[in-house]
């Protein structure tokens, strides 16, 4: 939609200023608007790109104006933001015949659907209009949406990322993904209902999906942590922090600390966060966690942040301690028992994450070299 009788951001989504906190146009020329700082450099919206908000609560307003009469959407290669220039659903399956092999994923911020072929996940089935979808495309192509007679019957109401789980925290949706395909084999070891989270190294639930089918690969989604805007609260994964994973079985409320192997033809396996990362888990191995959380709980890593020394202390039998640094790059590697001291101080000053693994369970922690 053209808007009318103004263009200018403040005045078309007004009505959402209240409950704003900003928005990202992240085509060329870049903008924002930060409604509580009162900074806005995006001036006219347009149709011709998405844009992406982050909102207090749900909320809504109403667009006036025209409808598009360029229906041809020019995608660069790589992200952006792909948005719908008719007053109809379309058929994803539909844009995806169009740019064939040129898309990598599209994904509904918003809902958490995503096409992705590469990882076989169709949860997005149409494109609607009046929203944006994040795109990465391998190569540059366009797309011009089709006539109303091949439009795609109506799928109702977008529904928001639901991030309340029966076993965790609540899940937020800070809109920084990273795209995980748990294989449909590894599946048919698994229950239908069982609910499969992934962690951040605080121990915060980042992403959690529910088994409810064996036949499909899942989706599970770990979201990043929103650091320029909420520096002070953890919501998510850093980049390059390691991801470790939990399962929650409802029939015998039962949780397991899960074990992962991950597809080495996938961009990313090695198990480390990445803002659109993309990886697949083909193997899965549960251990109880009351077993292995008590094994590793009672262990002490201090002092953090530390200014070298780190001192770990009450491990009850051998462990593989592996230290590495925000490039996810090993820096320290050992099997050790007991108490025993590590010399950090040749490194680097910055965030670092020890991670401790027995038979029975992995434990990772989050350290600073001051």
């Given at each position: 939609?053209?808007?009318?009788?103004?263009?200018?951001?403040?005045?078309?989504?007004?009505?959402?200023?209240?409950?704003?906190?900003?928005?990202?146009?992240?085509?060329?020329?870049?903008?924002?608007?930060?409604?509580?700082?009162?900074?806005?450099?995006?001036?006219?919206?347009?149709?011709?790109?998405?844009?992406?908000?982050?909102?207090?609560?749900?909320?809504?307003?109403?667009?006036?104006?025209?409808?598009?009469?360029?229906?041809?959407?020019?995608?660069?290669?790589?992200?952006?933001?792909?948005?719908?220039?008719?007053?109809?659903?379309?058929?994803?399956?539909?844009?995806?015949?169009?740019?064939?092999?040129n898309?990598?994923?599209?994904?509904?911020?918003?809902?958490?659907?995503?096409?992705?072929?590469?990882?076989?996940?169709?949860?997005?089935?149409?494109?609607?209009?009046?929203?944006a979808?994040l795109?990465?495309?391998y190569?540059?192509?366009?797309?011009?949406?089709?006539?109303?007679?091949?439009?795609?019957?109506?799928?109702?109401?977008?529904?928001?990322?639901?991030?309340?789980?029966?076993?965790?925290?609540?899940?937020?949706?800070?809109?920084?993904?990273?795209?995980?395909?748990?294989?449909?084999?590894?599946?048919?070891?698994?229950?239908?209902?069982?609910?499969?989270?992934?962690?951040?190294?605080?121990?915060?639930?980042?992403?959690?999906?529910?088994?409810?089918?064996?036949?499909?690969n899942?989706l599970?989604?770990?979201?990043?942590?929103?650091?320029?805007?909420?520096?002070?609260?953890?919501?998510?994964?850093?980049?390059?922090?390691?991801?470790?994973?939990?399962?929650?079985?409802?029939?015998?409320?039962?949780?397991?600390?899960?074990?992962?192997?991950?597809?080495?033809?996938?961009?990313?396996?090695?198990?480390?966060?990445?803002?659109?990362?993309?990886?697949m888990?083909?193997?899965?191995?549960?251990?109880?966690?009351?077993?292995?959380?008590?094994?590793?709980?009672?262990?002490?890593?201090?002092?953090?942040?530390?200014?070298?020394?780190?001192?770990?202390?009450?491990?009850?039998?051998?462990?593989?301690?592996?230290?590495?640094?925000?490039?996810?790059?090993?820096?320290?590697?050992?099997?050790?028992?007991?108490?025993?001291?590590?010399?950090?101080?040749?490194?680097?000053?910055?965030?670092?994450?020890?991670?401790?693994?027995?038979?029975?369970?992995?434990?990772?922690q989050?350290?600073?070299?001051?």
């Open positions: 939609m053209e808007p009318a009788p103004s263009a200018a951001i403040e005045d078309v989504l007004a009505g959402l200023s209240d409950n704003m906190i900003i928005t990202l146009r992240q085509q060329p020329p870049l903008g924002i608007w930060w409604v509580p700082q009162n900074i806005n450099t995006i001036g006219d919206i347009t149709p011709l790109i998405g844009y992406k908000s982050k909102m207090i609560v749900t909320d809504s307003c109403i667009v006036t104006g025209t409808e598009t009469a360029d229906k041809t959407v020019n995608i660069p290669k790589g992200s952006s933001y792909l948005p719908v220039r008719v007053p109809y659903e379309v058929a994803t399956s539909d844009f995806a015949t169009a740019v064939g092999a898309l990598l994923f599209a994904y509904n911020i918003h809902s958490g659907d995503l096409y992705w072929p590469d990882g076989a996940i169709f949860t997005l089935l149409n494109l609607k209009p009046d929203e979808y795109l990465n495309m190569n540059a192509d366009s797309y011009t949406y089709p006539s109303f007679s091949k439009s795609a019957k109506s799928s109702g109401a977008t529904k928001p990322y639901k991030g309340e789980n029966l076993a965790w925290n609540e899940v937020e949706n800070t809109s920084i993904p990273h795209f995980i395909s748990i294989e449909n084999t590894v599946l048919e070891s698994l229950e239908i209902g069982d609910q499969i989270g992934v962690f951040n190294t605080e121990g915060v639930c980042v992403g959690f999906s529910e088994v409810a089918s064996q036949d499909n899942l599970l989604i770990a979201f990043g942590d929103e650091v320029d805007l909420t520096p002070d609260i953890v919501n998510g994964l850093l980049a390059n922090e390691l991801m470790s994973y939990r399962l929650y079985r409802p029939s015998t409320e039962q949780e397991f600390v899960a074990s992962v192997t991950y597809n080495t033809t996938m961009p990313n396996y090695n198990g480390l966060f990445a803002e659109e990362g993309m990886s888990i083909n193997s899965m191995k549960l251990s109880p966690v009351a077993i292995g959380e008590k094994t590793l709980e009672s262990v002490s890593i201090y002092p953090n942040p530390t200014s070298g020394q780190l001192t770990i202390k009450g491990l009850d039998k051998d462990a593989t301690l592996t230290i590495t640094n925000v490039k996810g790059q090993i820096v320290y590697r050992s099997v050790i028992a007991g108490n025993t001291t590590i010399n950090l101080s040749t490194q680097p000053k910055g965030i670092y994450f020890v991670q401790l693994v027995n038979e029975e369970s992995t434990r990772v989050k350290v600073i070299l001051e």
